[in-house]
């Protein structure tokens, strides 16, 4: 009879002494507060939700370096960054608004239940205040989304569909990284260009939503350019050979591969592509070509000498000569003593911006902020003038075209910026159709 | 005899209660006392203590109970976005649906036993996985999940603000809604939510102690201790291998539903083997076949995915900042790869541990201690011979084969 | 028609893999009767044998650069590896050769791993629940791919094939099926031959050999063995060894392929158990034979023209687990399986 009573307590006696050297316990305290996780006078909490274990762990980790960095120039440590760049100056390293910048970080395993899990623990535990990270779009949206309803801001990071902007856009969501449209945008002139506009394209795609935003934004723009779609085929997210996708190619009559892959996918796919000697194939009396719309640096490593000669966009890359680009490269690699990923920079402009927006709103209330953030036009963070659209969210600036480098000098010279697209080339209405459905609401402060 | 562990069940139903309800005091020392990680804990309970049913009591090793989670999370957003956001309506249809599914599965793969039902199982549910991932991204959303949206009709429910979802709730309590509390020195977190979940969960497990009483829980250990007896006396097993089945995986969208009434959003990931894995590793760490264990050991591998992985440099550095500077950064090293990014190395450094040193799950490990700690206490009263005769017994022999598991408690 | 036989080339190279993981863990899982789940991670750490083959045979001096700077400031860093400063062209040919050498290293190596794993941690495991075999192996897999990660992070490493074997051959135009009907890369080829032989070797070894009969005898009725004096114990150890280095070398052929990373091995776990479950548990032979048949199932899953005929629904995300399905269900212990093996 006693037995049950002694073995619960004894239990909980022994793993509080256990538990209690393992984890100390976080205390905050909490008074009446207009806004969710109202911060005290002297500190304020970021919370970075990265993948630190799965497929993008590596992005994951360069874009948790990137916002240490960012907390560091923000409480005026280090060189400063892009701060000395910035087109406004209100941020003068003394965190945001005279308090301290402090993080939490999380792991999103890339999934979306994770990802929530790691984002509630931030704004219940550790009164975070605004959410920021992730490596793909499905967990950007489910972040998003998340913040929404909690009332805090959600700054995302490395997430291409268009959706995030697009049908499940929020009002406290906001996203500067750039979009499967664009890609397609800046990558059609480039294309029609160097392959002529009489080519026949062949689609892989990764079967989910953004393989397919991604896959719709590229034949629109190369069937405006002339070019004729042959065929599209979905490849299942869990392919690991794609082979049996890319034999068939060949004999289909087409002259490019258009590779909709993205991380592991992108790297077998394109290895398996050119492992079957596509390239070296000549079709329809042209040159066989492959595309991959949407690069990753780091994931690119992965593919080896594969990406030689390959197009492709990016939304930044560290051999720009741009002085907010070079602080940045410069201050990053002094810290890490490699250059940043483009999953680095979006992460670490995506904090300035929020602080800045912070420090002119004059508060931390998601709503003063997000309105702050609203129409927002700067420079001097890497990518030339930018404007923060009110009606969806989106950062609108020049995007890059890249190419896989023939003679690369180190493990981090992979691509050649090709081409820089102007904005004005990438840029569309808030209601186009591919982006039409959902809205923003309301901003909402939570409480 | 039959007396006793009517007593006995009746004090571990009370221990459990109490031990539940008082979560938010129990937790929060361990940093573990936030409404998010308190629902899991209890919502994993759960589907725990369900494929516990099945597993434990029959032996049928299902490696694909994720996917009835998942249809329950699928079932419960639909509700909430067509009909109301209270969840009443949301967990009924989760349950309905997903115990539909688990008849459906599970008379296909109980035709087979073994490691071909596993198979059957783990079939079934990657297949819905990928088809959630793509093809039937109408009704699952795909990679993004399910979620609610602001122009769903919602026909049961008056209209909200503009621009605003209206939270999950139950009669106008929101699940989101805590209360904020001080006591001694810590502060509580008292949230609707979890409370919800633990009201369900303490019905659960009572639930579960009944059939494990029940004569229809003795036939099913029957079929775990030899079906082909059981078959030769004329009972037909598969029939209540297929109803326990059934109740397990209702089980399991009940807890796909909790989930979704506690965060509404439903992605694919839920149905992947790896989720179904999870439950099978909860399962028997804690202790298959015991009542509490499989709580137990949900609560410890969500505790690790949650709050180790959130230890970064950082945290670690200032654990140490009280050493000198050398020294500290030689114990950062030691415990850095097994925190943050490298929790999953402690999980798997545990399991290991536990089921080495534990074969019969952690509740072994609860049984020994209490074993143990009751010699101690009687030996005290008596001389020293008797101590050093039960020092002698006490020492587990590590070559014998497995000891006589705890069934119970 | 060339589609046709392109597609089977294509199952035939994606079956091979298949075959070859699947009679590795067939030895532990399907005749030990050990729930293996650390099999792929054997896979893995074979492939990673390359990899870090890859990087001793490539270990540089590193010199900083006199002249040129990095953006942030700090001298460039060159690179030359020892063994072409010593062998000049020859060392750069090892190097390029490395997948080879790597065989003959990792034989060893993983035989090493499987005899350490088998003694060290199985030995406990035989007699207790699949339950508890499970979790430890798990446990081990989670581990083992950990440490991996930490040392040579989560991004695929390239590892391409040896500069002769990159490419491809036209097949189509050999047979006379006409130019680029058939193309196909020479490095899968070359893997489909590698795994003819190595599945030939390991049938023939337990076939024609004394130590195979005693372990084919100690798989049928381990008690009776022991009885005669033989000590199977020993036996098993040996097949746990061999299995490793199976497992091992089918990942160390498969880098050119797929650049290796450390979750590699977790995502052809499931699919080897479905492999090994569908050929039947205890054969051999059947474990070949499902590793093959799903291989060409799945490609021809693939091919557009079978979609198309399916109404666009993409069976593709399926086959796998449609076929095991239906196999299970019409024959009780799938394609060649022994009665009574893990059948409780």
């Given amino acids: ?46 919370g970075f939700n990265v993948p630190q274990s799965g497929p993008y762990a590596d992005e994951g980790a360069d874009e948790l370096r990137a916002y240490k960095l960012a907390v560091k120039h923000l409480n005026g440590e280090g060189d400063g960054g892009m701060l000395n760049t910035f087109s406004s100056k209100t941020l003068n390293g003394t965190g945001i608004l005279g308090r301290k910048v402090d993080y939490v970080t999380g792991d999103t395993q890339t999934k979306s239940d994770a990802a929530r899990a790691s984002a509630r623990a931030m704004i219940e535990k550790d009164g975070a205040i605004m959410i920021t990270g992730g490596s793909s779009s499905g967990v950007a949206i489910a972040v998003q989304s998340l913040c929404q309803e909690a009332g805090v801001i959600f700054m995302a990071g490395l997430t291409h569909s268009n959706d995030t902007t697009g049908k499940d856009k929020k009002a406290n969501g906001f996203r500067h990284f750039f979009n499967a449209y664009m890609s397609a945008a800046a990558l059609a002139p480039v294309l029609g260009k160097e392959y002529g506009t009489d080519r026949k394209a062949y689609h892989l795609t990764a079967d989910y939503t953004w393989g397919w935003t991604q896959e ?183 995007v890059l075209v890249v190419r896989g480098k023939e003679k690369p000098e180190s493990e981090f010279d992979l691509l050649e910026v090709f081409n820089v697209t102007p904005v004005d080339k990438v840029m569309y209405e808030p209601d186009n159709p591919m982006f039409a459905g959902g809205s923003l609401g309301k901003c909402n402060p939570g409480t | 005899m039959l007396k006793t562990t009517d007593n006995k069940d009746r004090l571990m139903m009370i221990a459990f209660t109490v031990a539940v309800l008082a979560a938010p005091v129990i937790l929060a020392p361990f940093g573990a006392g936030y409404p998010d990680l308190m629902q899991r804990f209890a919502i994993y309970g759960i589907f725990a203590i369900g494929f516990n049913l099945l597993f434990g009591l029959t032996g049928y090793l299902s490696f694909g109970h994720a996917a009835f989670l998942g249809v329950g999370s699928y079932a419960a957003v639909w509700m909430l976005k067509l009909l109301s956001v209270n969840v009443i309506p949301a967990i009924i249809f989760a349950v309905v649906i997903s115990g539909l599914f688990a008849l459906l599965i599970g008379y296909v793969s109980l035709r087979r036993s073994g490691i071909y039902f596993s198979i059957l199982t783990l079939a079934f549910a990657q297949m819905s996985y990928n088809l959630a991932y793509s093809v039937l991204t109408p009704i699952t959303n795909g990679e993004t999940g399910l979620q609610m949206d602001l122009d769903d009709p919602r026909i049961l429910d008056a209209a909200t603000a503009p621009g605003q979802l209206p939270p999950p709730s139950l009669f106008g309590l929101e699940m989101g809604d ?151 950064d030689f114990f950062s090293a030691i415990v850095s790869p097994f925190l943050g990014s490298g929790w999953q190395m402690s999980l798997g450094l545990i399991f290991m541990l536990v089921i080495i040193f534990l074969p019969g799950g952690l509740m072994e490990g609860v049984t020994r201690l209490i074993g143990w700690l009751g010699r101690l206490f009687r030996s005290r009263n008596n001389d020293e011979d008797a101590e050093t005769t039960s020092a002698k017994e006490s020492s587990p022999d590590p070559h014998s084969s497995r000891p006589a598991s705890p069934k119970e408690s | 028609m060339d589609a046709i036989f392109l597609q089977i080339l294509n199952g035939l190279d994606k079956g091979s893999a298949y075959a070859l993981i699947a009679l590795g863990l067939t030895l532990i899982f399907g005749t030990l009767g050990v729930v293996n789940f650390a099999h792929g991670a054997l896979f893995m750490i074979g492939a990673f044998c390359t990899v870090i083959l890859n990087k001793l045979l490539s270990l540089e001096l590193v010199t900083q650069s ?32 490395s997948v080879f050498w790597s065989i003959l290293f990792a034989i060893p190596v993983m035989l090493i791993i499987g005899i350490a794993m088998e003694r060290g941690l199985i030995k406990f495991f035989y007699k207790r629940p699949h339950a508890d075999q499970i979790l430890v192996t798990f446990g081990l897999a989670i581990v083992l791919q950990e440490i991996i990660k930490q040392v040579f992070g989560a991004n695929p490493i390239p590892q391409p094939a040896p500069e002769a074997f990159v490419g491809s051959i036209d097949i189509g135009a050999l047979v006379g099926l006409g130019a680029n009907a058939v193309v196909y890369p020479i490095w899968r080829l070359v893997y489909f031959l590698f795994a003819a032989v190595i599945i030939a070797g ?72 479905v492999v090994v479950v569908v050929g039947g548990m205890g054969s051999l032979a059947g474990a070949v034979a499902a590793g093959f048949l799903l291989g060409i199932l799945q490609s021809f899953a693939s091919m557009p023209e079978v979609k198309a005929f399916l109404f666009g629904f993409s069976i593709d995300q399926v086959i796998i687990y449609l076929v095991a399905v239906v196999i299970l269900l019409t024959r009780p212990r799938g394609l060649m399986g022994r009665k009574g093996i893990m059948e409780t």
């Fill in chain 1, 1 to 46: 009879m006693s037995d049950n009573k002694f073995k619960r307590r004894s239990f909980l006696k022994g793993s509080a002494a256990l538990g209690a050297g393992v984890v100390a316990p976080t205390i905050f305290t909490r008074t009446a507060s207009a806004y969710t996780n109202e911060p005290g006078d002297s500190r304020v909490v970021l």
């Fill in chain 3, 202 to 273: 390991v049938f023939a070894f337990l076939r024609y050999t004394t130590f195979g009969m005693v372990v084919r005898a100690g798989m049928a009725d381990r008690e009776t063995v022991g009885l005669l004096g033989i000590n199977i114990d020993r036996r098993f150890t040996a097949m746990f060894g061999l299995a490793a280095v199976v497992t091992g070398l089918a990942g160390v052929m498969y880098t050119p392929i797929l650049s290796p990373n450390y979750h590699m091995g977790m995502d052809f776990l499931v699919l080897c158990f």
């Fill in chain 2, 178 to 328: 805590t209360h904020y509390l001080s006591f001694m020195g810590l502060d509580l977190q008292l949230n609707v939510g979890f409370y919800v979940c633990a009201a369900i969960l303490i019905l659960m497990f009572y639930i579960s102690l009944r059939i494990f009483r029940s004569p229809f829980g003795m036939l099913l250990r029957a079929i775990k201790s030899n079906q082909t007896r059981l078959n030769y006396t004329g009972v037909h097993t598969r029939p209540y291998a297929l109803v326990v089945f059934v109740i397990s995986g209702m089980y399991a969208g009940l807890a796909g539903a909790l989930l979704v009434c506690m965060d509404p959003l439903a992605g694919p990931e839920r149905m992947q083997w790896t989720a179904s894995g999870e439950v099978v590793l909860m399962t028997i760490m804690g202790g298959a076949g015991t009542l509490i264990g499989p709580v137990l050991g949900a609560c410890i591998i969500k505790y690790f995915e949650n709050i180790f992985s959130r230890v970064n440099d950082a945290v670690v550095s200032n654990w140490f900042s009280g050493l000198p500077d050398s020294l500290g």
């Fill in chain 3, 66 to 97: 006199a002249t040129e700077t990095t953006p942030w400031g700090t001298p460039v860093e060159v690179h030359t590896p020892y063994v072409v400063m010593w062998f000049g062209k020859v060392g750069e040919t090892m190097i390029d050769y």
């Fill in chain 1, 216 to 398: 719709q934004s590229m034949i629109a723009f190369t069937e405006e350019l002339g070019w004729e779609t042959v065929d599209t085929v979905r490849t299942p997210l869990s392919a690991t050979d794609f082979s049996s996708y890319i034999a068939p190619v060949l004999n289909s009559g087409a002259d490019v591969l258009i590779l909709n892959h993205y991380g592991s996918n992108m790297v077998n796919s394109l290895t398996n592509a050119v492992q079957f000697g596509l390239r070296d194939k000549i079709v329809n009396g042209k040159q066989f070509e492959i595309v991959v719309p949407l690069y990753s640096r780091l994931m690119a490593r992965g593919a080896g000498d594969a990406v030689k000669g390959i197009f492709g966009s990016t939304n930044w890359h560290w051999t720009l000569q741009d002085p907010g680009s070079q602080a940045f490269v410069k201050s990053f690699g002094k810290e890490y003593g490699h250059p940043p990923s483009q999953a680095a920079h979006t992460c670490y402009v995506q904090t300035l911006l929020y602080a800045d927006a912070a420090q002119r709103a004059g508060s931390f209330n998601p709503c003063a902020i997000a309105e702050a953030l609203e129409g927002f036009k700067f420079d001097g963070l890497g990518n030339g003038p930018t404007l923060y659209r009110a009606a969806d969210h989106q950062c609108f600036k020049d």
